[in-house]
């Protein structure tokens, strides 16, 4: 890495730690459920970050591209029988594929266009796993996937083992988003995302880059799905409207705030729908709320964060002039 | 046949251009992506029902009364949601996760106090049909189709040839140079939500009309159609989502009866799509981004 | 300084969730206070004979296996979707289910002990009921579920509630593969059963043999319409249209269109009440003269309302007591429909519609259970699958057996002046299972 390293504030350090011992503590089903779902969540999240947050692309379909990634995997653990390695990987590398033709089309409109395309993606994918009943069995969804399976150990249920392989794998993913974030690969999707003229007139091919990013963004994003899919054991046709909301709204709100700020967006909007439970028939309506308040001042904080990143980035990017560019 | 299903098209597109166009006031003006467009539709419906059967008020009233409120639960949906951002100059697309939320406070908060089941709308009019062209038609559907365009055209003269028309179209180009004109963009932007309300009021009282059925669910999948068809039609073009609308019916339409129901959706998002990558500014629309 | 605040509160949430997830108090059903009261009054009458036959089997057991010891308090779990898209569902489950436990506490309960319901929302959605469904299986109180209403929900909760060895028994879902499993309970019959008696109804009681059928993408409907074919082949006649559409559909008139050139005698409509009434509707406004056959789940009071006169010459196929209340000799059902009916009356100022009955005898045959055998999940599974016989509001001699799910009398009518009129029994052959 060329580039001064970020001060990492010492909380966001004490808080993962907190975090994830946090279900060992309490030895319960429900507290497990909602960490491994908070996981899967936390990658989705990461991904859009480095859709959204690295390189500026508004990415209204992820949820299309989460749903295909887990029937793929049900698929293929469910027809193929294929082992649990696989059919993990296949459901980042489909979505990765069909992202990657999404973007050779569309990769070259503007900002907003790109959005409304990969939105009618995202509706077409559901609508197909919808009705396309020989494959998919439409509403019925695939039921009775299996667990993980590694090295001949089966992760049979939502146990501690089953969240430490998870806690790896978001570590796995945290790793490469911040090794993206500090190359300068990542220094390009910064640039791209401030002003993609003035990138351009640095030389940078902004078509590639931006391309790149989202298909190694789709790629991950498959995977949350996969993991899904065999966390759930059963995937129906419900990646739709209200999903995509869901996941956008923790994505958008998680692209503004740095990696940490992703990683605490996911979780917070995974248990808010659990401590808001009492409040039965208002939840939704308090779940409103929130997010409307968290936008609105929750930006203050976060903005300021964000200021302080695109200083650093301007530095950066004087930096990427002197020393050359080497990215593809 | 094709005639039937090109007029089951034209009328389902009425409705949806009547959406778009409301959808599109506030995309053209703001660039936002207004979620709480269809809670508001299913309240001008829902408020008219509650209006004429627990009190009793004669059909117009209820619907003048709820489209006037419908507009009035824009404003609010501008302050509580969009001003803020705005003030504090915040990037536009946020706004799409606040008007998801108050959509989430106005559709959940209905079912709390409305109940979920959907209900009968009492149409004050007589279904009579008969024979176009070889085609069924009733009188309600032609009645429907007809108050919506009248909404649209007023729309359109509107946006063209009035002050308060051009001061919006000066807003939508830019909001700093209009601002130094001495136009108040606040004000334009609430009663931007209101007009949008408005017709979205309207949209939900015709179309519970046109079915007969009311529920606190009606507006749910409404946002994702009057979007497409305002993109498809041309971004901050009112007569592109006229345009826009006409043909999301008629692709529907005929969709399902040559091919398959069911792919309806697939083939309609496909042909945005098409339209978006040959020219991503809409059919009607001017290069504005 | 801010960034530390921010954070305690993030842990103190997090906590806060954390301790959730031991057993709260029980929720309140929605039930209206006031109106439980004049209920309460009128159920121990005609409780009557239901309190009776419990109590003969109570000495029984005391005479035979010994005391059973029940906890004060038995808790049942009760899932559907009480907020989200679709909340009618939801609403009946709770109706029907509050209703039981009131009689039955206001019995006296199970041998003295309260029943109580814990709600768990699932807002028709999967995953939601997955994670309603871990927390279920965590509470020890809990001895068995009622619900969800969608297969798919009960689908995804399905391995949850297996692991945990307790009984599902849901009042809607209607999917085969949940009978399949060791612990799910069908409540109401297969699906299947439906589709094909409408297709014996409109081939061999009304004379078609060109048949279109028009089905909703969701798995009720599908399992509606997956028999129709082949039944209609073994029968003599043939679909000549055949077309699904999406949930969000409301606009019918392509596809009625294109059945209206089809030459179809007869259309058969598999999907919900609101789609319903709007295809009755946009067909007569069409033009349409064809026969319309539906299912019971159609049938509620606003389908009627919405469709008007549109609905007349409407056939239907329903158990008993699923059309009770729009039945034109209601008087000739039996005492105990109608006594359901006007309790229900009298505590919710409305009639009952599709689901509050198999809810309601959902609680009655648990309650049952755990007076046979106690509070103890494995053995109501047990004693649901042999139990023999039991008077309940969907059959007089209601049994899982092993198949899962009940056999009951269907009966076909045609909806004729505002009412519905018999035409005759279905059959009883051929569409059965083995038990």
């Known amino acids: 890495m060329n580039n001064p390293k970020l001060k990492w504030p010492s909380v966001w350090l004490f808080l993962p730690i907190v975090l994830i011992i946090l279900p060992f503590f309490f030895h319960n089903q429900y507290i497990l459920q909602i960490a491994n779902l908070s996981s899967i969540y936390i990658i989705l999240n990461l991904a859009m970050h480095l859709m959204m947050g690295e390189a500026g692309l508004i990415n209204l379909g992820q949820a299309g591209f989460y749903g295909l990634g887990a029937y793929a995997a049900a698929l293929l653990a469910l027809e193929f029988n294929l082992p649990f390695p696989i059919t993990f990987l296949a459901g980042g590398l489909i979505s990765a594929f069909v992202g990657f033709v999404v973007a050779l089309f569309s990769m070259k409109l503007k900002g907003l266009y790109f959005a409304l395309i990969s939105l009618s993606v995202a509706e077409i994918i559901r609508i197909i796993t919808l009705v396309w009943m020989d494959v998919t069995r439409g509403p019925m969804g695939l039921p009775g996937i299996p667990r993980p399976k590694l090295f001949g150990y089966s992760f049979p249920s939502n146990n501690e083992p089953y969240f430490i392989l998870m806690v790896i794998l978001v570590l796995i993913t945290y790793l490469t988003m911040y090794w993206i974030q500090h190359s300068n690969f990542g220094l390009a999707l910064n640039t791209i995302r401030d002003s993609e003229h003035a990138a351009a007139s640095l030389g940078i091919n902004v078509f590639w880059n931006k391309t790149i990013a989202f298909v190694i963004g789709c790629f991950f994003t498959g995977l949350a799905g996969s993991f899904y899919a065999h966390f759930f054991t059963y995937v129906g046709p419900t990646f739709g409207w209200h999903q995509t909301m869901l996941v956008l709204t923790m994505s958008m709100l998680g692209a503004l705030a740095g990696l940490p700020g992703a990683v605490m967006a996911a979780i917070l909007l995974t248990t808010l729908p659990e401590i808001l439970r009492p409040l039965a028939m208002y939840r939704q309506v308090f779940y409103g709320v929130l997010l409307i308040v968290l936008i609105i001042y929750g930006q203050s904080y976060l903005g300021q964060r964000l200021k302080r990143r695109l200083k650093v980035d301007r530095l950066q990017t004087q930096d990427l002039q002197k020393g050359g560019q080497n990215n593809g | 046949m094709f005639i039937q299903q090109l007029f089951n098209g034209i009328m389902q597109g009425g409705l949806y251009a009547l959406l778009a166009v409301g959808f599109a006031l506030l995309f053209g003006v703001l660039r936002l992506i207004n979620f709480s467009h269809g809670s508001v539709f299913m309240l001008g419906a829902y408020l008219t029902y509650i209006f004429i059967t627990n009190l009793h008020f004669p059909f117009l009233l209820a619907g003048l009364i709820s489209i006037i409120l419908s507009g009035f639960v824009g404003i609010v949906v501008e302050r509580i949601s969009v001003a803020p951002l705005r003030k504090r100059k915040m990037p536009f697309w946020l706004g799409m996760i606040t008007t998801f939320g108050m959509a989430l406070i106005i559709e959940n908060l209905s079912v709390t106090i409305f109940g979920g089941s959907y209900r009968s709308f009492p149409t004050p009019i007589k279904m009579v049909g008969f024979e176009i062209l070889g085609a069924h038609v009733t009188n309600i559907q032609l009645l429907t189709l007809g108050v919506a365009m009248l909404l649209m055209i007023l729309l359109v003269l509107f946006t063209q040839y009035t002050w308060l028309g051009r001061a919006f179209r000066a807003v939508s180009q830019s909001e700093d140079t209009s601002s130094l004109m001495g136009i108040n963009a606040n004000l334009i932007v609430a009663l931007g939500f209101f007009i949008s309300g408005v017709l979205a009021g309207s949209a939900g009282i015709l179309v519970a009309m046109y079915q007969n059925i009311v529920s606190v669910n009606m507006g749910l999948g409404v946002g994702l159609k009057g979007f497409f068809a305002s993109v498809m039609g041309g971004i901050g073009s009112i007569p592109g989502a006229v345009l826009g609308g006409f043909l999301l019916g008629i692709i529907e339409s005929l969709t399902s009866a040559y091919i398959s129901a069911d792919l309806k959706n697939v083939i309609s998002f496909t042909a945005l799509i098409l339209v978006l990558m040959w020219r991503p500014m809409g059919l009607l629309g001017k290069e504005q981004l | ?435």
């Open chain 3, 1 to 435: 300084m801010k960034k530390w605040l921010f954070v305690l509160i993030v842990l103190v949430l997090l906590f806060t969730a954390g301790c959730q997830s031991a057993p709260a108090e029980p929720v309140e059903d929605a039930a209206p206070a006031e109106e439980a009261a004049p209920a309460e009054e009128a159920a121990p009458a005609e409780e009557a004979a239901p309190a009776e036959e419990e109590a003969e089997s109570a000495k029984e057991d005391i005479m035979f296996t010994g005391t059973i010891e029940l906890p004060d308090e038995i808790v049942f779990a009760l899932m559907g979707p009480f907020t989200g898209s679709y909340t009618a569902g939801g609403e009946d489950f709770i109706q029907g289910a509050a209703m039981a436990i009131d009689e039955i506490n206001a019995a006296g309960g199970v041998r003295g002990s309260s029943i109580t319901l814990k709600q768990f929302d699932t807002q028709l959605d999967p995953a939601e009921g997955a994670n309603l469904a871990r927390n279920i299986v965590s509470d020890e109180k809990i001895v068995a579920l009622i619900g969800p209403w969608s297969s798919s929900t009960v689908f995804a909760v399905l391995p949850i509630i297996e692991e945990a060895n307790m009984a599902l028994l849901t009042p809607s879902a209607s999917s085969s593969g949940i009978a399949v499993s060791p612990v799910g309970f069908k409540v109401s019959p297969d699906a299947e059963i439906y589709g094909s008696l409408m297709v014996h109804l409109a081939i061999k009681e009304l004379g078609y043999t060109k048949l279109a059928v028009i089905f909703a993408q969701n798995d009720f409907s599908i399992n509606l319409q997956k028999p129709m074919a082949d039944v209609a082949a073994s029968l003599g006649g043939e679909f000549v249209f055949e077309e699904g559409f999406t949930p969000d559909t409301t606009d019918f008139r392509s596809i009625l269109t294109n059945v209206q050139n089809s030459g179809a005698e007869a259309l058969l409509l598999a999907c919900y009440s609101q789609e319903g009434a709007l295809i009755v509707n946009q067909a007569k406004e069409l033009g349409l003269e064809l026969t319309m056959i539906g299912d019971g789940v159609f049938f509620d009071k606003t389908f009627f309302e919405v469709a008007g006169e549109n609905a007349e010459g409407l056939y239907a196929i329903g158990v008993v007591n699923e059309v009770a209340n729009l039945m034109d000799d209601f008087s000739s059902m039996p005492q105990y429909v109608q006594d359901f009916n006007t309790r229900f009356q009298e505590r919710y100022s409305e009639m009952p519609e599709v689901w509050e009955r198999p809810t309601y005898d959902a609680v009655y045959i648990l309650a049952h259970a755990v007076d046979q055998v106690g509070a103890d999940r494995a053995a109501i599974i047990d004693y649901l699958e042999t139990f023999e016989c039991m008077q309940t509001q969907t059959d007089e001699c209601f049994t899982f057996g092993t198949i899962h799910w009940p056999l009951v009398d269907l009966k076909y009518y045609v909806w004729e002046n505002d009412k519905f009129q018999n035409v005759s029994d279905a059959p009883e052959t051929d569409y059965l299972p083995e038990r």
